[in-house]
Each structure stands twice: as structure tokens, then as C-alpha cells.
């Protein structure tokens, strides 16, 4: 798939310190800084923003749990753009989960966003996601977040952007930023084989005790 530009002013809008951020090739130090960041998305039903409140690193062809440990292909092209991009991919054929791009061009760097918080348009997330029981779930898991702020697979490659943008990333400020001590670590949920070690690549962070944090599930065992 083409990556498409975004409708939105583009990557210029993007804060400087998330462009120094998100451009390091450590996608391990660069997962973690993104916890408390809002993505928002916007679409004639309305703005959906979220805070993110768990991720996980996945580093290309050093990562056995990576989509593109074993090289380029068509699905997970965007993974190997200059970071700046969003790579989505579907999958169990009914699932959308989106990436955030890092790194130069070429290294195929990506943080996965697993959960988060909505904090602006709860009533489109919950239009989006009607088996949600309590707003906490709306976007607790990687498919759930994706889902409610409705995104798919035509938007892999899009740029984000800045305030204004149609996919935009704003950091923490100050004020919000997730204290260090609330950070947790462990090994990524449902990766199978060597990439799922969790004490080789315990690459999942996430803010502890926040309630839309998703459970860790490890991969199932092949019969």
C-alpha cells in the first residue's frame, strides 16, 4: 500500500522535542517517553483522543517478535518509512492496531500502542465500540484503541501532525507527565517464540495502576 499524506498541516506541526523524540533509533528508550502522550484523531463524526497508558517496542530485524524481523513486505512497508508515520496493520482477520514509526528511514522501528485513556469525544469512542461496559475499556488493548478512534488499514502510512492535523501526537507537558516510579515493564502480551521472553525483551511498558491498562496475556501454545 502507497503510504497517503495526511489532510492535516503534516510533520512540520510535530513539537520539536517529539521530532528529536521519535527520529532516535532506541525505539526501547522511545516507548516508554510516549506513555502520557495524547494521539488524537479527527473525522466528520467528531475528535477522538486518547492518553496512552501502555505500549510496546518493537526493533525490526534485531527482534524476532517484530513484524519485520524477516524484511520488507507489502503489510508492513510503513515500518520502514522515517519516523513520523503511523504503521496499521490488520490482523486475525477482524483487528486493526496502530504503530507509531521511529527512527531513520529504513531501520523499521515502531512503538505499538496497546491502551489507552479517552479524553475527548467519549461519545463517538463509545458509538465506535458498543460492546464496551464501562468507558475504561473503550480503548483498553491495541484492537480496542484502534477501533475507537477509527482508524484502519487506509491509514497506514499517514503522517501525524501537530495541533490541527488529522492524526495528531502531542507529548506530556510538565504538568502531565507520567512520573517515573509509575512505569512498569514486562514482556510483550500474546508474542510468541524468542521475541516473547520477557527477560530478553520485556519491551511492554505501562503506567501502573492505571485502570485502562489491558491484562498480559503470553502467547498460546501451538498444539
Do not use: Q
Amino acid at each position: 500500500m502507497t503510504p497517503r499524506e495526511s489532510a492535516g498541516p503534516g510533520p512540520a506541526t510535530i513539537a520539536p522535542e517529539l521530532v528529536e523524540l521519535l527520529s532516535g533509533n532506541d525505539v526501547v528508550a522511545i516507548a516508554p517517553a510516549l506513555l502520557g502522550a495524547r494521539l488524537a484523531v479527527a473525522s466528520p463524526e467528531g475528535t477522538v483522543a486518547v492518553r496512552l497508558t501502555e505500549v510496546e517496542a518493537y526493533a525490526g530485524e534485531i527482534d524476532p517478535g517484530s513484524h519485520a524481523f524477516r524484511g520488507r513486505t507489502a503489510r508492513n512497508s510503513s515500518m520502514f518509512e522515517a519516523a513520523g508515520r503511523v504503521y496499521v496493520y490488520f490482523t486475525y482477520g477482524m483487528h486493526h492496531c496502530v504503530n507509531v514509526v521511529c527512527g531513520a528511514e529504513g531501520v523499521s522501528r515502531a512503538v505499538l500502542l496497546r491502551a489507552g485513556e479517552v479524553v475527548e469525544g467519549v461519545d463517538v469512542a463509545r458509538g465506535r465500540r458498543p460492546a464496551a461496559r464501562k468507558d475504561r475499556d473503550l480503548a483498553r488493548g491495541p484492537a480496542r484503541l484502534t477501533s475507537a478512534l477509527g482508524l484502519t488499514r487506509e491509514d497506514d502510512g499517514e503522517l501525524l501532525g501537530g495541533a490541527g492535523s488529522r492524526i495528531c501526537l502531542e507529548l506530556a507537558g510538565p504538568a502531565d507527565a507520567v512520573p517515573a516510579e509509575l512505569v512498569r515493564s514486562g514482556p510483550r502480551v500474546g508474542v510468541a517464540g524468542p521475541g516473547g521472553d520477557g527477560e530478553a525483551f520485556p519491551w511492554r511498558f505501562w503506567i501502573d495502576g492505571d485502570p485502562t491498562v489491558s491484562p498480559y496475556r503470553a502467547a498460546a501454545r501451538r498444539k
